[in-house]
Each structure stands twice: as structure tokens, then as C-alpha cells.
T-cell receptor, first 116, second 115 residues
Framework: DGGITQSPKYLFRKEGQNVTLSCEQNLNHDAMYWYRQDPGQGLRLIYYSQIVNDFQKGDIAEGYSVSREKKESFPLTVTSAQKNPTAFYLC???????????????FGSGTQLSVL | DQQVKQNSPSLSVQEGRISILNCDYTNSMFDYFLWYKKYPAEGPTFLISISSIKDKNEDGRFTVFLNKSAKHLSLHIVPSQPGDSAVYFCAAVPLGSSNTGKLIFGQGTTLQVKP
């Protein structure tokens, strides 16, 4: 059963602590993304990766870091530099075709991060 | 600056009637639009999309209309069902951003369909 798995579902961060959110997909998708959702706002792009060992900053990358060592995995680290980390984090993936219009994104079920 | 706006935070309709969700955008340089549906504690799921070269796309009970001159799109659900109750996000793909996943999302509209 293919899909995107995010873990944990809920995560608490202490002041000054780095935390890592996991995202795994078995859809064989090339591209993966991290979005952040705040109450009353739309989703905003943090980072994206179109291919293994390569990734680009989105609109709100400050205070976050990612890695893409495997096609299936795209973990997001929320560093202590991110001063307002409380949000709902969504990982997504899509097929990547050059010279085609954007394919639809498939989302995971999200991780709610809160600050203690 | 919110480039994609959903000005109605919530909408309530009776089962069997039409639901109309609206979305406005400020940037003419979008070439593709999508609607996503989201249940609580779940990720959004793709619903329907429309290219900027079209003005209508239909898929079963769901139809999206695009009015480029007004920079407005709408999602029509006919007939509405209680299972349609969810948050609906409209999203736009900036020109030149195809295949990057760089969608610009609206704030979302919560639809409640009453039995």
C-alpha cells in the first residue's frame, strides 16, 4: 500500500533543542517537499528536493535544514534558530517530469510540533 | 502579501444543495490552479485542477471555474454530501515553477455540509 509516512504525529520541542521530523515515501516519487501550516494561513513551502542529494530552499527556509540521502526519505530538522516552530508540518511528494506542468502533490498526514 | 486568497473562512450548506468555494489571486503569472481537500489531522488530498488556458474543468460532482480577467476561481460541488465536510485549499503554480512543487496556497475554507 503506497503512501507517505510522517512521524511522529505529535512532537514537543524544548527551548534550544533541535528536533527532526521524519518523512518516508514508497511511491517511487522523485520530488519531495516540506510545507508548514499555521492556523488561518495557507501552507508555506520550507524546502524541496527534486532528486537525491539535492535540495532547494522554499519561501521560509530559515531555521530549518533537510537532507536527501535516499529517494524514499526527506527528514526535516527544526533547529533552535527557528524562533516560532509551533505549527503543523506536512511532507509531500510528486512525480518529477521535466518540461511538464506541475504534477499534483501527495501529502503525508502531518506532524504537529509544539514548544514546551 | 497573500497572493492567493480565500476570503471566506467557512461555509455551511444543506445536503443536496450546491457548495461554492471561492478563491482570488493577485498575480497574473500563475499558469495552473489546484484544489485540495483536508480532513482534521490528515494531509491534504488533491481534488481537481485547471490550467490557465481553460475556463472550466469538471470531474464528477466537482467543477472548477476560472475567470482570468477577474483573477478568480471557484469550486462547485453538486450535490453536496456530508462527507464533503472538510477544509478546502486553493493553490496556484507560478509560471516557471512547474515541477518544483512550489504551490502558493490560500488560507483555506472550512465547508460544513449539514444532513
Amino acid at each position: 500500500d503506497g503512501g507517505i509516512t510522517q512521524s511522529p504525529k505529535y512532537l514537543f520541542r524544548k527551548e534550544g533543542q533541535n528536533v527532526t521530523l521524519s518523512c518516508e515515501q514508497n511511491l517511487n516519487h522523485d520530488a519531495m517537499y516540506w510545507y508548514r501550516q499555521d492556523p488561518g494561513q495557507g501552507l508555506r513551502l520550507i524546502y524541496y528536493s527534486q532528486i537525491v542529494n539535492d535540495f532547494q530552499k522554499g519561501d521560509i527556509a530559515e531555521g530549518y535544514s533537510v537532507s536527501r540521502e535516499k529517494k524514499e526519505s526527506f527528514p526535516l530538522t527544526v533547529t533552535s534558530a527557528q524562533k516560532n516552530p509551533t505549527a503543523f508540518y506536512l511532507c509531500a511528494s510528486s512525480i518529477f517530469y521535466r518540461d511538464r506542468q506541475n504534477e499534483k502533490l501527495f501529502f503525508g498526514s502531518g506532524t504537529q510540533l509544539s514548544v514546551l | 502579501d497573500q497572493q492567493v486568497k480565500q476570503n471566506s473562512p467557512s461555509l455551511s450548506v444543506q445536503e443536496g444543495r450546491i457548495s461554492i468555494l471561492n478563491c482570488d489571486y493577485t498575480n497574473s503569472m500563475f499558469d495552473y490552479f489546484l484544489w485540495y481537500k483536508k480532513y482534521p489531522a490528515e494531509g491534504p488530498t488533491f481534488l481537481i485542477s485547471i490550467s490557465s488556458i481553460k475556463d472550466k474543468n469538471e470531474d464528477g460532482r466537482f467543477t472548477v471555474f476560472l475567470n482570468k480577467s477577474a483573477k478568480h476561481l471557484s469550486l462547485h460541488i453538486v450535490p453536496s454530501q456530508p462527507g464533503d465536510s472538510a477544509v478546502y485549499f486553493c493553490a496556484a503554480v507560478p509560471l516557471g515553477s512547474s515541477n518544483t512543487g512550489k504551490l502558493i496556497f490560500g488560507q483555506g475554507t472550512t465547508l460544513q455540509v449539514k444532513p
